[in-house]
């Protein structure tokens, strides 16, 4: 098993483990990361996972039950729901190849989850990957064109990597409890 998806595994664990135990402190799941961390590298990468999807929980939470058509995040597994939170957290924070993601993401849906799990989180990531970021407007709105007196000349369209969130500085203060 590769150092990454041991990584991914423990923050899987570790995110049930919040789910579970809301109370349950950041300085208890360093502990755990650190004592299930088989080295150096894969406590770190862990640890930046873990941080990013609990910084940004809301975000995720809202990210994927916009796309989860008829589900709510309670409705759920909690498996499966934290593995959507780890693997949107990746599609959206970093620079990890969106097809690792979604692989290593059902993976760990076959692994943790019910029969039906890899499908799921297949499903929901492949829609939230390929879902527009652009602020929703109805359908008259998408429609007409912008008045002519503020038309500029048509820009190319960013390439993919410009429009891509990526990860927050490690050097970057956070009120996040969960970033070092």
């Not at 150092?3 to 502990?31: C, E, F, W």
């Not at 503020?150 to 190319?156: D, L, M, N, S, T």
């Amino acid at each position: 098993m590769s150092l990454r998806k041991q990584a991914r595994t423990l923050v899987v664990q570790m995110l049930y483990q919040i789910d579970l135990n809301p109370g349950i402190s950041a300085g208890d799941i360093h502990t755990m990361i650190d004592e299930h961390g088989r080295n150096k590298t894969t406590r770190t990468f862990a640890w930046e996972l873990f941080s990013g999807v609990m910084e940004y929980k809301p975000q995720l939470d809202e990210h994927i039950v916009r796309v989860a058509e008829n589900w709510s995040l309670k409705r759920m597994a909690v498996t499966d729901r934290n593995i959507l939170r780890l693997g949107a957290y990746e599609l959206l924070h970093t620079d990890t190849p969106s097809p690792v993601v979604i692989d290593e993401a059902v993976e760990l849906a076959r692994e943790f989850g019910s029969a039906q799990s890899s499908q799921f989180v297949n499903g929901i990531l492949d829609k939230l990957l390929h879902q527009p970021e652009a602020p929703e407007q109805s359908a008259a709105e998408q429609l007409e064109p912008p008045p002519a007196e503020k038309q500029e000349p048509e820009a190319a369209p960013p390439a993919k990597d410009e429009m891509a969130p990526r990860a927050p500085s490690p050097y970057r203060k956070s009120k996040n409890p969960w970033s070092t």
